[in-house]
């Protein structure tokens, strides 16, 4: 049994309270992750989506592994993303499962099984949706064009990055230096340990993250 299920799953513009579709999205998944206990089910899909790839994939990033990892949540949660690099938080994470929905692709159609199976989807079938929805034929076809160019860029051999992105470490290890730094500069440790991080907002954590850097680097 659960206390209480949280969903965040339909979404729209607030327009009379001057919100956007993920100003909303944001202010939702803020009182789940602030009501939501370890006995609660919360169901959540597509977080992230009103921004920015990078923007969206490191918030869906951070509210997956803070659900996973506070110690008042850890509750069952149902976490449904189209950004493919975060099945990599199975690897390190020991209580996360992927799964997807079985599709089977028959002679250049694809056909949707309406089945869970365990394991992360190997691509995305957007385009075909929106074959699907009725977009006109030149735009669909103009829409496979494209993707195939994006799929090719890494093959190709882009000098700016890897073929596949790959989720960046756990806060603990990337920020290492900074706190054994830090131990040893009594002003910045002090400075570090009075913050309180539930009254900052994420640009204003980063400066303070970046001043106390500066500090216990003596700069």
Do not use: W
């Amino acid at each position: 049994l659960v206390d209480r299920i949280f969903t965040r799953v339909g979404i729209q513009d607030d327009l009379a309270a001057g919100q956007s579709t993920f100003m909303v999205e944001m202010v939702e998944t803020a009182a789940i992750l602030h009501q939501a206990t370890k006995r609660s089910l919360v169901i959540l899909d597509e977080i992230g989506r009103g921004t920015s790839t990078y923007d969206g994939l490191s918030i869906a990033q951070a509210v997956a592994e803070h659900l996973h990892n506070d110690p008042h949540l850890g509750c069952r949660t149902l976490f449904a993303t189209h950004y493919h690099e975060l099945t990599q938080l199975a690897e390190r994470l020991p209580r996360v499962r992927n799964y997807n929905v079985v599709v089977a692709e028959e002679g250049g159609d694809v056909v949707f099984l309406h089945r869970i199976a365990p394991g992360g989807a190997d691509r995305s079938y957007g385009v075909y949706v929106a074959q699907l929805a009725g977009l006109p034929r030149p735009v669909i076809q103009r829409a496979r064009d494209l993707l195939a160019s994006h799929e090719a860029e890494p093959a190709a051999g882009r000098a700016r990055g890897p073929k596949k992105r790959r989720l960046p470490g756990g806060p603990v290890q990337a920020d290492l230096g900074l706190f054994a730094a830090a131990a040893e500069d009594p002003a910045a440790l002090e400075a570090l340990r009075s913050l309180d991080l539930d009254a900052l907002t994420p640009i204003e954590a980063l400066v303070k993250l970046a001043e106390l850097q500066r500090q216990a680097r003596g700069e």
